[in-house]
C-alpha cells in the first residue's frame, strides 16, 4: 500500500491566508524532505528535516519521527506559493545508499487573489 | 559548489525507438546517483541507483537500462521504448555520509508518441 500519505490533495486559499499541509507515513523512517515540483516537473527542495522544526521565511516545517509524520505550513500565502508541493521520505529500515525515497501524491495548492 | 546536469531537457520520440538520457554530477567525488520517474499524473519512483563506477542497481523494472561509465556520469537507455515510458525523468545524487539529503537535476520530460 502506500506508505506516504498526503493530505489534502489540493487546496484553494485567498491571498494572506495560512496552508497546512499534511504527510504521514506508514512506516519507521529515517528523513524526510518537502520539495515544490514547478509545472514543468522539476523539483526544488524546499526543506531537509530529519526531525524537528525548521523555519525559512513565510515556510514552517515539522517532523515527527516517532509520530511518522511531517507537516508543511505557509503563512500569509501568496500567489506565486501556488503549485503542487511532495513530501518525501526514507525508511529507516533500508540502507542509505539506496537514495530511495518514497514520495506522496502532492498537494496542488491554489493561491487566489 | 556541486552542480547536476540533465540532458536532453525535453524529447519526443517514436514508439520503438531507442533513448538515452544522461546525467552529469560536478564538484562531488563519488557521489551515490539515482534515476527518478515519474509518469504523467504519477507519483515519483526510483529506477535505479549506484553507489559506484559499473554498479547499478534496478529498483523497478520498466524494460529500461542504467549504466555509469564515468563517476560523475549516469546513463539511462532502452532500445525500444513504449508508450508506458512517457513521463518525466530526475536525476539525483547525494554524498555517502548516510542520511544525507538527496540534490535533483531538472529532468528531463519524455513524449512517446
Known amino acids: 500500500g502506500q506508505q506516504v500519505q498526503q493530505s489534502p490533495t489540493s487546496l484553494v486559499l485567498q491571498e494572506g491566508e495560512n496552508a497546512e499541509l499534511q504527510c504521514n507515513f506508514s512506516?519507521?523512517?529515517?528523513?524526510m524532505q518537502w520539495f515544490y515540483q514547478r509545472p514543468g516537473g522539476s523539483l526544488i527542495s524546499v526543506f531537509y528535516?530529519?526531525?524537528g522544526t525548521k523555519q525559512s521565511g513565510r515556510l514552517t516545517s515539522t517532523t515527527v519521527i516517532k509520530e511518522r509524520r511531517s507537516s508543511l505550513h505557509i503563512s500569509s500565502s501568496q500567489i506565486t506559493d501556488s503549485g503542487t508541493y511532495l513530501c518525501?521520505?526514507?525508511?529507516?529500515?533500508?540502507?542509505?545508499?539506496?537514495?530511495?525515497?518514497?514520495f506522496g501524491a502532492g498537494t496542488q495548492l491554489i493561491v487566489i487573489p | 559548489a556541486q552542480t547536476i546536469h540533465q540532458w536532453p531537457v525535453a524529447e519526443i520520440k517514436a514508439v520503438g525507438s531507442p533513448l538515452s538520457l544522461g546525467c552529469t554530477i560536478k564538484?562531488?567525488?563519488?557521489?551515490?546517483l539515482y534515476w527518478y520517474w515519474q509518469a504523467t499524473g504519477g507519483t515519483l519512483q526510483q529506477l535505479f541507483y549506484?553507489?559506484?563506477?559499473?554498479?547499478v542497481e534496478s529498483v523497478v523494472q520498466l524494460n529500461l537500462s542504467a549504466s555509469r561509465p564515468k563517476d560523475d556520469q549516469f546513463i539511462l537507455s532502452t532500445e525500444k521504448l513504449l508508450l508506458s515510458h512517457s513521463g518525466f525523468y530526475l536525476c539525483?545524487?547525494?554524498?555517502?555520509?548516510?542520511?544525507?539529503?538527496?540534490?535533483f537535476g531538472h529532468g528531463t520530460k519524455l513524449s512517446v508518441l
Open positions: 539525483a545524487w547525494r554524498g555517502t555520509i548516510s542520511n544525507e539529503r538527496l540534490f
Open positions: 512506516t519507521s523512517l529515517n528523513s
Open positions: 528535516n530529519p526531525s
Open positions: 518525501a521520505m526514507e525508511r529507516s529500515d533500508r540502507g542509505s545508499a539506496l537514495g530511495r525515497l518514497h
Open positions: 564538484g562531488k567525488s563519488s557521489p551515490n
Open positions: 549506484s553507489i559506484t563506477v559499473g554498479q
